[in-house]
């Protein structure tokens, strides 16, 4: 289980602050298309501390994570704690779906379709009617 405290830890604002600056062309991308509430009218962060991890995107309001991955995350290291994070997110009630770099650059009509199909069956399951945006 996770503390009682866990977004935007003090200790990781540095970390989360240069994550903006630093961001991958994909990342770029695709938060071009969840901000200011694009996506089914929820507000979406990016580089959002949640623990001792911080996620490329995140919607508190359904409790939904959304990862680029780029190569770095094809070690066998990477997708060892890759797992072990989506494991400790999802046992605390937060949704992860990933998407390869290579896919939100080249399919984003596609990734944002996945990523809004996700969203509206979390609304519908928390009881939450979408706004139109």
């Known amino acids: ?14 970390q989360r602050q240069q994550l903006r600056k630093e ?20 507000k979406f962060r990016r580089q959002h ?5 911080v996620l490329d995107f995140y919607c508190p309001e359904i409790k939904l994570c959304i990862e680029a991955d780029g190569a770095v995350h094809d070690t066998p290291e990477a997708r060892e704690h890759d797992l072990e994070r989506t494991r400790l997110l999802e046992s605390n009630g937060i949704k992860v779906i ?17 990523i809004r199909k996700v969203a509206r069956d979390r609304l519908a ?9």
């Open 23 to 42: 961001a991958t062309p994909a990342e770029r991308i695709l938060w071009r298309h969840l901000q200011k509430r694009q996506v089914e009218g929820l």
């Open 1 to 14: 289980m996770l503390p009682t405290r866990i977004s935007n830890l003090i200790y990781s604002k540095e």
């Open 49 to 53: 501390g949640i623990s001792l991890y």
């Open 98 to 114: 990933r998407f390869r770099n290579e896919e939100i650059e080249n399919n984003i009509e596609d990734v944002i379709q996945v």
């Open 125 to 133: 399951h928390a009881g939450i009617h979408p706004e139109k945006p």
